[in-house]
């Protein structure tokens, strides 16, 4: 009867922590691999990564860490710095050891454009 017990409980315990997900990560392992692959679909994964963000916030949900800055990374790649530094904000907001990094980025993105010319 005891082991009985044990089993029910150890089954219980298990599936309770095989649902509860800390970040929501959707398919992005999926969409990276295949941007990486593909760099022309760039604003695909851009507007896929948006929907994502939006679906999370309107369920109180968090995405996995780096998210946000890949994103900030691909508005970079776009030439809109100052989404790219929203973005880098968000990620260092939310992920305290990302901190040193994304306040590189951001203080890179604040210095002015070189033209060819000057480099």
Not at 23 to 31: G, L, R, S, V
Not at 46 to 68: A, C, D, I, W
Not at 97 to 104: I, Q, W
Request: aromatic letters at 10%; charged letters at 30%.
């Amino acid at each position: 009867m005891k082991k009985s017990i044990v089993a029910i409980w150890v089954a219980v315990l298990a599936s309770g922590c095989a649902n509860n997900r800390i970040y929501e990560w959707d398919d992005y392992d999926t969409k990276l691999y295949n941007y990486y692959k593909n760099p022309t679909s760039a604003e695909e994964m851009r507007v896929s990564m948006q929907e994502h963000f939006k679906t999370l916030e309107s369920h109180n949900l968090k995405p996995g860490p780096g998210m946000y800055a890949e994103l900030g990374t691909l508005y970079l790649e776009g030439g809109d710095r100052t989404s790219a530094s929203e973005w880098y904000k968000k990620e260092r907001d939310a992920w305290p050891e990302s901190r040193p990094m994304m306040d590189a980025m951001l203080t890179n993105l604040q210095k002015p454009l070189k033209s060819k010319e000057e480099k």
